[in-house]
């Protein structure tokens, strides 16, 4: 009985120590990745990974570094002072950037529309006369800057019904703007991306006209990539393959929320109302939302496909290789460690 009293005491004793040793030993170093988010849902995937711990356990802390735009980002991102981009368009200022050097690759895919999330609306009071993308003909079409990914795609519309980005006049405007403008009669038609787009539509302002899924089939339009700052890959090749790892979960999570009803989605959007500016939660039932491939793809042929473009507008004066600008290393481990999704 003395000893069994014994044995109980001394392992009372093993417990108090343990417990005294965890509160005084500091917890597991977390590696600090600086990321470069903007308050949009294309940031999705990183902000589920954030809340669902994903990123935490591969040992990384997330600092957000807020930008206006992704353009602020590039050149902090080149110089080292943030490590990832989430989410970079693919717009001409990208290949640009590559031809000069840039210590920057592009190792995962952010958004692919297969869904025609981004769209060219026209102006209501138009309809009549707007039936198809030819009749925009001589008329006023926004985008929202030079070089984008939506001014490659109004060009690759207006070239699936016979006209140029000569047949049009070009207005650059931010895409709040762009209903203001509709309202007003300043513009007869603009590439929209969402919510925008669901809410001018609900505000009887503006009419579908096009998807980028109608005239961006093959290949499918890639419109935002993943970055990496290559020196800080290759000196951290455990923290650039952890960040990979929880942003494909991230990513898997989006993809299965975007499917409907269910507590993934009702997970997935309290998470974009905290992170992003869209804060009303019946609009993420109206809206679209965008495609991350659950499997990191990144579409090279649509790339290579804006690139050419971009270069036969003039806007890209000295073209890339597609395939040195590319490194799909942690997507491929990433998809090996956690399986294909199906």
């Not at 902000?47 to 990123?55: C, H, M, R």
């Not at 050149?75 to 943030?82: D, F, N, R, V």
């Not at 969402?194 to 998807?211: C, H, K, N, V, Y």
């Amino acid at each position: 009985m003395h000893a069994m009293k014994m044995k109980r005491a001394i392992a009372l004793a093993l417990c108090a120590g343990a417990f005294l040793l965890d509160a005084v030993l500091p917890a597991a170093a977390q590696e600090v990745v600086r990321n470069g988010p903007l308050g949009i849902s294309v940031y999705g995937q990183a902000f589920i990974a954030i809340e669902k711990g994903y990123f935490r356990a591969e040992g990384i802390e997330v600092k957000l570094e807020q930008f206006a735009g992704g353009a602020q980002a590039m050149a902090p991102l080149s110089a080292g002072q943030l490590e990832v981009m989430p989410s970079s368009g693919v717009a001409s200022s990208l290949f640009n950037a590559f031809a000069r050097g840039w210590p920057v690759r592009i190792v995962g895919t952010n958004s692919v529309d297969i869904y025609g999330v981004d769209v060219l609306l026209a102006r209501s009071d138009l309809k009549p006369q707007i039936r198809r993308i030819a009749d925009l003909k001589g008329r006023k079409v926004a985008t929202n800057t030079a070089g984008s990914p939506l001014l490659y795609m109004l060009g690759k519309m207006l070239e699936s019904d016979g006209l140029s980005m000569k047949d049009v006049e070009i207005v650059y405007l931010q895409f709040p703007d762009m209903g203001t403008a509709f309202q007003n009669k300043a513009i007869d038609a603009a590439t929209q991306v969402e919510p925008f787009s669901t809410l001018f539509q609900d505000r009887g302002i503006a009419f579908r006209l096009a998807g980028s899924d109608e005239a961006l089939r093959n290949p499918p339009f890639q419109v935002a990539v993943v970055l990496y700052n290559t020196v800080w890959a290759d000196k951290h090749p455990a923290a650039a393959q952890g960040f990979m790892n929880a942003y494909i979960r991230g990513s898997r999570d989006y993809v299965e929320a975007s499917r409907g009803p269910g507590k993934t989605r009702d997970e997935v959007i309290d998470v974009l109302i905290k992170h992003t500016r869209l804060k009303d939660k019946a609009l993420y039932e109206r809206m679209r939302w965008n495609y991350p491939d659950p499997n990191g793809v990144i579409v090279k042929e649509s790339l290579r496909d804006q690139q050419e473009w971009h270069a036969k507008e003039g806007s890209v004066p000295k073209k890339v290789d597609i395939d040195a600008i590319v490194d799909e290393q942690y997507v491929r481990r990433a998809v090996q460690k956690l399986g294909v999704h199906k």
